[in-house]
C-alpha cells in the first residue's frame, strides 16, 4: 500500500514537473514582443531582411515550435540550460553566478521571520485579547500591507543615503580585493537592509499562521486535560501548544522556503543586488526566451522541492499524517 | 549647458548626448557616430581644467549589465558601446565638436567618385598584447565583421566592396557607391580587432570574457569582470596618444536610476554613466560635493499616428494635430525646464544641418478651422469630432515603465481635447509597445497602432543622413518609417541624400527634406530632453563632452594633450 503510494506521488510531481517545463517554454513565446533586438544587438532596425532572418536562425527561431520545444527538452535532459540572447554566456554559469546571493538573502529571511514570527506568534496567543497581542497582531497586518519595494526605498534613503550606516546597493564592494573577516563583515553589511526587508514582509506571514495555529491547539481538549493534571502555564504552552502548532507553520516555513526566490525579485532590484531575482527581471525585459526559460525552471524547481518537504516534514512533526 | 553647482572649471559645450532612451527609448540601440556639430554659440569645446597627475581610482555607476563587453557582446549602444570604445580604437575618433578626427588612421583621402577611401595609418601602435598593429588588422576587422553579422558594425561596413592593403600602414576601401556618411558612420564607430585574436574565433557570440577577445589598442583593458555586478579597468600606460588620466577605473552596476543616486549620494560612486530625471536634478545638485552637467541631447521624444490609416491619411488632420501640441509646455511641464522644444522638421536646432527657416507653431484656432475645413465636425455635440459618422477616438500607446512619455501622453490627450480629437492613453509594457508599433523590427510587415509615443536615440540625429530612414517609403532606405509615410518628394530628397558628396549642396537637401516633413507631419516632434549628469568633481573633474555622445568616451580619460 505505502510503495503503492509513494510511487503515485512520485509520478505526480515529474508530471508537475513536464507541465512546467512545457509552460515555462510557451510562457515567454506568448508574450507580444521579440527578442531580435538582444540577438542582434541594438540597430536591429537597420538590418537587412537577409541579415535578421539569419540571426534568427542561428538561435533556432526559424524553425517550427514544435521542433524548438523538442530540441529545449534534449537540452535540457542533457542538463544544456542554453545560451543567453542578451549577455551571449551560457546560462548555467549565470544562474551559478546569481544563487548564491539569493541563497543568502531568501535563506537569511526565512531564518529570520521564522524566529521571530513563531516566538511573537506564541507570544500573542498566549497573550490573546490583551493589548500586548492586539497591538502586535495591529503591526504585523500593517506591516503584511507594505509594499516590498516602498519598504526597501525608505530603508535606502534613511539608512544608507541619510546615517550612512550602510551601503546603498550592491553585494560586496566592487573591485576591493577584501579577504577573510573584513570580506564577510562587507558582504553581511551589504545583506543588512535586503534581509530586513524580505523579513519584516515575511515575518507577518508567519506570525499569523503561529498565531492562528496556537489558538485552535489552546481550544482542545487535551490542553484542558493538562490543565487539569496541574501541568504549569509554561509547560501547557511549550510542551503541549506549541509542539502541535508547530505542524502547520513548518508546512507554510516549507512552501515560503520555494517562493522565497519568487519574493527577491523586487528587492533585489531596489538594491541592486545581483540575484537570481534581477536576472529574471533582464531576461523579461527584452525577451531574452533561454534566460526566461531557464529561471522560471529554477523557481518551479524550486517551489516542487519545497511542496516536496513539507510532504515529507508533515507526517514526521504530526504523526497523525502517519496513521493513513 | 549649465552646471548647477559652479565649481571653477569644466565648460561643457552644447553638445548633444548619444543616450539611453533609444528605440521607443527602450534602452536599446545607441550612439552610431556624432555628428559634426558646430553648435554651442559661446561655449568652449574643452575643458578648461587640466588633470595633472594621474587620478589613481575612479567609480561610477551604470545601469544593467554589459556583459563581457567585446565587440560581439556588449549589449546596449549606451553605455555598452562607449565602453566596449574604452578597450578598442576606430579609425577616427570624434572630437569634442563631434568631429571626427585622425586616430589609428593619420589621415584618409576620398577619390573624385566617391568610391575609394585610401587610409594612412599611425605608426607604432601595438596591441595591449604587445602585437604590432598593422593594416592586415583593418583589412582582417571590415572581412569578419562582414562575414560575422554583429548588427551595427556589419551594417556600418555593409556598403564595403573590398579592402585591399597596399602597405604595412595603409590600406584601400573601396565602397559599391558612394556615401557621405561612411567616415562618421564606419570610420569613427567601428572597433579595430586584432587578427591574430580573432582569426581562430568560429563562434563570435559566444566569445567569454575568459578567451582573449578583448585585446585592443585602447586607453584601457578590462580586468575583472563580475556578473550583475562591476568591470574593473586598469590603464593602458603605453597607450598610443599618452598614458590616460585615470589610472583604475571600476564601474558599479545598478538596477536603475535610483540605484546610481543613491550611491552618488553616499559616496559609493564619484560619478553616474547615466542621464538622471529632470525631478531628480535639484535635489542631487543640492547634495554636497555633487555637480549635475546639463546638455542638450539628440534623443528625441515624438507622437506618432499610423499614416496609413485613416484619418491620419489626410494631410488635414496631421497638421492640426502638430499645430495643436504646445511643445514649449510639454518642456516646462514633463521636464522641468530641462530639454528644447521638438522643431517640426524633426533636426535638432543645434544641428549643423538645422534648417533654420522651419518654424514651429503651436495654434489651435487654426487646427479647429483646418479641421473644419476637412468636414471633419462634431455634429453630436459631445466635444468630439467625427470621421465617417465614428468619433474621432484614438488609442494612443505610452510604455508603462516609462513616466516621462507617460506623462507626455497625458499632455497630448489634453492638447488633442482642444481640437475634438480623443485620445484614449493606453500604458503598455514597453516590449509589447514596441512590437505593435514596430512588428519584428521590420516596417515591411506594418503596424498595429493608432497613436504612440515614441523616440529614436541620439545616433538617428547624428548622422544627419538618418533623416531618410524615418521618411523614405523603401523599407530598405526608411528602415524606421513606423508611421508608414509615404511621398514621392521624401523618397527623391532621400535618395539624392544618400549619395550627395557636396556638403552644401547636401546640406541644402537635408534642409529641403526638414521642410518637407514639417508641411508633410509624418510625425510630430515633441521635444528633445536634456541629458543630466552628476559627478564629484573633487573626485575628478576632466570630463570630455563628445557631441552626441555625452562624457562617457575614451576622452573623458585622456590628458587634454592626448585628446583630438
Known sequence: MRTERRSSRVLQYVLVLLIAITLNFMLPRMMPGNPLALLAGADVGLLSPEQRAEVAARAGLDRSIVDQYTAYLGDLASGDLGFSYRQKRPIVDMILERLPWTFLLAGSALLFSAVVGVALGAFSAWR?????????????????????????????????????????????????????????????????????????LSVPGVYLTMRYAMLSVLGEDFIRTARAKGVSERGVLFRHVARNALAPVATVLALRLGLAFGGTVVVETVFSYPG??????????????????ATFLVFTVAVLLSNLLADVLYPLIDPRARAT | MQRRRGTPGLAWRAGPLALLLVLAGCGQAGPSASVPAETGPAESAVPSTTPEAAVESLRAGMVGDESTLNPYTYVTGFPGWNLLMLQYDSLLQFDVNGEPQPWLASGYEVSA???????????????????????????????????????????????????????????????????????????????????HIWESVTTPAEATFDSPTNVGTGPYKLVEYVADQSYRFVANETYFRGAPAVKELVLVQYADEAGIVAALRTGDVQAGFRSISP???????????????QGPEFTTQMLYFDVTKAPFDQLAVRQAISLAIDRQ?????????????????????????????????????????????????????????????????????????NPLRLRLAELSREML????????????????????????????????????????????????????????????????????????????????????????????????????????????????????????ADAYDGWAFIAGQGVVNKLSFLQPDSRP
Open chain 2, 417 to 536: 481635447a482642444q481640437i475634438g480629437i480623443d485620445a484614449v492613453v493606453t500604458s503598455i509594457e514597453r516590449d509589447t509597445l514596441v512590437n505593435r508599433v514596430w512588428p519584428d523590427f521590420d516596417v515591411s510587415k506594418g503596424r498595429d497602432y493608432e497613436m504612440s509615443i515614441f523616440g529614436w536615440s541620439a545616433p538617428v540625429q547624428v548622422d544627419p543622413a538618418q533623416i531618410t530612414a524615418l521618411v523614405a517609403s523603401d523599407p530598405a532606405v526608411g528602415s524606421i518609417n513606423i508611421a508608414g509615410f509615404k511621398n514621392a518628394e521624401a523618397d527623391r530628397l532621400s535618395g539624392e541624400i544618400l549619395v550627395e558628396g557636396d556638403p552644401t549642396r547636401r546640406k541644402d537637401l537635408l534642409g529641403q527634406l526638414q521642410a518637407l516633413v514639417a508641411d508633410q507631419v509624418p510625425f510630430v516632434m515633441l521635444l528633445y530632453p536634456d541629458g543630466n549628469y552628476a559627478y564629484n
Open chain 2, 279 to 293: 525631478e531628480q536634478v535639484e535635489a542631487l545638485a543640492a547634495a554636497p560635493g555633487i555637480d549635475v552637467a
Open chain 2, 113 to 195: 567618385d566617391g568610391l575609394t577611401y585610401t587610409v594612412t595609418l599611425v605608426d607604432g601602435v601595438t596591441w595591449n598584447d604587445g602585437t604590432p598593429f598593422t593594416a592586415d588588422d583593418v583589412k582582417f576587422t571590415v572581412d569578419y565583421f562582414q562575414a560575422n553579422t554583429q548588427s551595427r558594425f556589419t551594417r556600418d561596413l555593409s556598403g564595403v566592396a573590398s579592402v585591399t592593403v597596399d602597405a604595412p600602414n595603409k590600406v584601400t576601401i573601396t565602397l559599391t557607391s558612394p556615401n557621405p556618411s561612411f567616415p562618421i558612420r564606419a570610420l569613427a564607430d567601428v572597433p579595430i580587432i586584432p587578427k
Open chain 2, 329 to 401: 509646455d510639454m518642456v516646462n511641464t514633463v521636464y522641468l525646464g530641462k530639454g528644447t522644444v521638438g522643431n517640426s522638421g524633426w533636426t535638432h536646432p543645434s544641428s549643423p544641418f538645422f534648417n533654420a527657416a522651419v518654424a514651429t507653431t503651436t495654434d489651435v484656432a487654426r487646427a479647429n478651422a483646418l479641421l473644419d475645413e476637412a468636414g471633419l465636425t462634431d455634429s453630436n455635440g459631445d466635444g468630439i469630432r467625427e470621421f465617417d459618422g465614428n468619433p474621432m477616438s484614438f488609442e494612443l500607446l505610452a510604455p508603462s515603465d
Open chain 1, 128 to 200: 490573546r485579547g490583551r493589548p500586548a497581542d492586539l497591538t502586535l497582531l495591529g503591526v504585523m497586518i500593517a506591516l503584511d500591507s507594505l509594499p516590498s519595494f516602498w519598504l526597501g526605498m525608505l530603508f535606502v534613503s534613511f539608512f544608507a543615503v541619510q546615517l550612512g550606516f550602510f551601503p546603498s546597493g550592491g553585494a560586496i564592494t566592487a573591485a576591493s580585493s577584501l579577504e577573510g573577516v573584513d570580506l564577510v563583515l562587507n558582504i553581511a553589511s551589504h545583506a543588512v537592509l535586503p534581509v530586513l526587508t524580505l523579513s519584516l
Open chain 1, 276 to 293: 537570481l531575482g534581477r536576472l529574471i527581471f533582464e531576461a523579461v525585459s527584452g525577451r531574452d526566451y533561454p534566460v526566461m526559460q
